[in-house]
């Protein structure tokens, strides 16, 4: 057919080669002058048809008949024929079977210019609804676009189950030198499976995972899935709403940290879902009082034993626990009951898999491109390369994709350490310094702050948690004052110090005085979360329980001072799922929480004890009004080590809110113990660790009337019985009796009323 030569040779060669960047401009509906006229043409790629013949969508009569031109390829030209038509392909093989498609090289991108030009500046800040897979309608089709960055790929299809995962099928198109392909693919159904086959500059045939994916497939199958954001309608509106209000800096935040997988299980050991776990884990969380929930390992990753550390999906919640919709059922459930959402997120490395980021294209793309600064000596796990402004959009619109689709209220990001220095698990200096000669990592430093001040800039009310282990300086400070931009950070300082501080004998405690003390040194030099996390609970470190020493009594009066220093120092709470009510063996994510402990005694009074705690702190707002600042927090005595005993005093925004705290830290009862008080006036205990109803000693306080005398640089003092393992907190009352708070006012507990 002589006009077939109007398509260029060395175009067409590409194509039948499986190398062509644009399909596009040799298939599909195109102009050509032939005989001094504009005349339109048609051309067709497929070697699997003995004959094809196109016809207008909705008029099958009007059909054109396409000539076998040689090699797969098919054409006609269309005579009578001036405008443009959305077309359906009719096709038959030589054994008679018949289908038919609308061909998808008949469309126009449909990324716009403004798309291109802001991924080129790497401010594409909603490009996470444009690459991937979408759900679009073009020239009134309905279908899926699809689009990808792949800049040295020579070339890339989609295959999945709508076209026998045959790359020669549908073949993308480059647009232009950003290494975008893309292509519109009518009619594919929701759930589809898919990936990306790329021919790699040697010829390699690579098939890839979606970088941009919103769902896929249940491990350990790897592809794809075709997912639409728009199915579930929402119902957290008014939750939405008050969180744009939300100062976390100044409110109370009780955080339950838990994996999905392992916080109950099915009797047959299966995975409950997202949707059937959501009531009875808001039930929980509202009943015990937490604030927030930490989701451990939601992102998509293959392998079970990296509790989601290992991320291949960073658009897709899980498939382990249901579908993307029933992930939003949890998080709308949890609003519903004024509880928030927090996710671990990991930008600092990603795993080897083949069908995922690895030499994504068949190069070093969103890994570094050093070997030395790419792998990760400890994790077997590569680096992003964060001086490419592609890779750091990527990790930006995964955050914030998280936040807009997902209505989460908070990301805590994983391994922040890693990120900021070079040589982190490089012994012996074996690593390339920064281009001043330092080990700070100066591109992942400037990936950080660009991710805080975008994701702050877009959500209001929400949380960016560092998980930051070294004493790296203003990790939560303004990005504009030098600092990193996160709302929050772990103090593992402080868990550290604690937690040997605890696991010591009682007898030996006032030789490590100052690690119960120091933390104060620096409370307020970052607005801290304090973790007791479940790193502190896996191998071989031992459950929270027994990790205090002593018997089985002094075991749980040990872990309930544990808690109730920790909820009355500055900083806001985390616990471990099992931690509030002592389970008694080390995570696993192969098993559920020992919930049949339960029926003892000594734990039910734990968790009735963490219970009370959380509905404590929460009402005390001298616990939270000032807890990023000095003028919130007053040592009464930090220095009694010999008796291993601290005092202080937590203050609100209101002069006369205030506690005053002491805690001893042995089994020794201290009678008639002295505290300085700023106050004159009767003070009551509000809080005891050692009540009988958590299963202590019961030795308690009740009105205990201030001495006008100094103590403790306090104008006046009080005297009151220290119980043993144990936290007091008292509170001044008030003139009007029921003007202070009284925890369970219908509980026995309240037995000086």
Request: proline fraction near 4%; charged fraction near 25%; aromatic fraction near 14%.
């Amino acid at each position: 057919m002589e006009q077939f030569n109007l398509i260029n040779r060395d175009k067409r060669q590409a194509l039948l080669n499986g190398e062509s960047k644009n399909p596009h401009q040799l298939l599909g509906l195109h102009e050509y002058t032939i005989d001094e006229k504009m005349k339109l043409t048609v051309c067709i790629y497929r070697p699997d048809a003995k004959s094809i013949s196109i016809a207008p969508v909705g008029d099958k009569q009007k059909k054109y008949k396409l000539m076998p031109v040689g090699e797969g390829l098919f054409f006609c030209v269309l005579q009578r024929r001036k405008h443009r038509f959305i077309y359906r392909v009719f096709c038959e093989d030589e054994q008679g079977n018949k289908w038919d498609y609308i061909d998808p090289y008949q469309f126009e991108s449909f990324l716009s210019g403004e798309d291109l030009r802001l991924f080129e500046v790497g401010k594409h800040y909603t490009l996470y609804e444009k690459l991937g897979a979408h759900f679009t309608t073009l020239g009134g089709v309905k279908g899926v676009s699809f689009a990808v960055w792949a800049p040295n790929a020579k070339r890339v299809s989609v295959v999945g189950d709508f076209n026998l995962w045959d790359g020669r099928r549908h073949s993308m198109r480059c647009l232009g030198t950003n290494g975008i392909w893309e292509i519109f693919i009518p009619e594919i159904e929701v759930d589809s499976c898919y990936k990306y086959e790329i021919k790699t500059q040697d010829d390699t045939l690579l098939y890839k995972a979606d970088p941009y994916a919103t769902r896929s497939e249940l491990r350990p199958h790897t592809a794809s899935r075709v997912y639409t954001q728009d199915s579930y309608k929402w119902h957290d509106k008014k939750w939405l709403e008050g969180r744009m209000k939300k100062e976390w800096h100044r409110s109370p935040m009780s955080i339950y940290e838990l994996h999905i997988g392992s916080w109950k299980m099915h009797a047959d050991g299966s995975f409950y879902t997202y949707r059937e776990l959501a009531d009875e884990l808001a039930d929980y969380i509202k009943e015990m009082g937490y604030t927030h929930i930490e989701l451990l390992g939601i992102l998509e990753h293959p392998f079970d034993g990296s509790w989601g550390y290992q991320v291949t999906g960073y658009f897709a919640p899980t498939s382990r626990y249901g579908t993307p919709d029933d992930f939003k059922y949890l998080i709308d459930k949890m609003h519903r009951n004024k509880i928030g959402i927090i996710l671990d997120w990991v930008p600092a490395h990603f795993p080897k898999d083949a069908f995922g980021l690895e030499k994504f294209d068949g190069t070093a793309l969103y890994e570094h491109f050093l070997p030395e600064q790419a792998n990760h000596p400890q994790w077997g796990t590569l680096i992003f390369n964060y001086g490419r402004k592609e890779v750091c959009l990527f990790l930006i619109n995964s955050a914030l994709s998280w936040f807009s689709q997902y209505h989460i209220d908070g990301l805590r990001v994983d391994a922040v350490a890693s990120m900021l220095y070079l040589d982190f698990g490089r012994e012996g200096g074996n690593y390339i310094p920064n281009r001043n000669g330092g080990r700070e990592n100066l591109e992942a430093i400037a990936f950080l702050k660009q991710l805080n001040t975008v994701v702050y800039e877009k959500f209001q009310g929400i949380m960016m948690i560092a998980e930051e282990s070294t004493d790296w300086a203003g990790v939560t400070h303004p990005v504009d004052q030098g600092g990193l931009g996160f709302g929050f950070k772990w103090n593992m300082g402080w868990m550290n110090d604690y937690l040997k501080y605890m696991g010591m004998d009682p007898l030996f405690r006032k030789y490590e005085h100052n690690k119960i003390t120091f933390s104060l040194m620096y409370a307020f030099s970052e607005n801290f979360i304090l973790p007791l996390s479940h790193d502190e609970v896996v191998h071989g470190k031992s459950p929270m329980i027994y990790k205090m020493p002593g018997d089985e009594w002094k075991k749980f009066a040990n872990l309930r001072v544990c808690y109730g220093y920790m909820f009355t120092h500055p900083g806001k709470k985390m616990l471990f799922m099992g931690n509030d009510f002592a389970q008694t063996n080390e995570w696993t994510e192969k098993e559920e929480l020992k919930w049949g402990l339960l029926q003892y005694e000594p734990h039910r009074r734990m968790q009735r004890f963490v219970k009370d705690l959380n509905a404590f702190y929460k009402e005390q707002k001298s616990l939270w009004q000032l807890d990023d600042t000095y003028d919130g927090f007053e040592w009464i005595d930090c220095d009694n080590r010999d008796q291993s005993i601290v005092s202080f005093i937590r203050k609100g925004k209101k002069e006369e809110d205030y506690l005053v705290v002491v805690v001893n830290f042995t089994p020794e009862v201290r009678h008639s113990y002295r505290i300085g008080v700023p106050e004159r006036g009767t003070y009551k205990e509000i809080l005891n660790s050692d009540h009988p109803i958590y299963g202590g000693s019961g030795v308690l306080n009740t009105h205990v009337v201030a001495v006008d005398a100094p103590w403790h640089n306090q104008s006046q003092h009080i005297v009151i019985e220290i119980p043993p393992l144990a936290i007091t907190v008292l509170k001044k009352e008030k003139t009007k009796e029921g003007d202070f708070f009284i925890i369970n006012r219908n509980s026995e507990w309240d037995n000086g009323r």
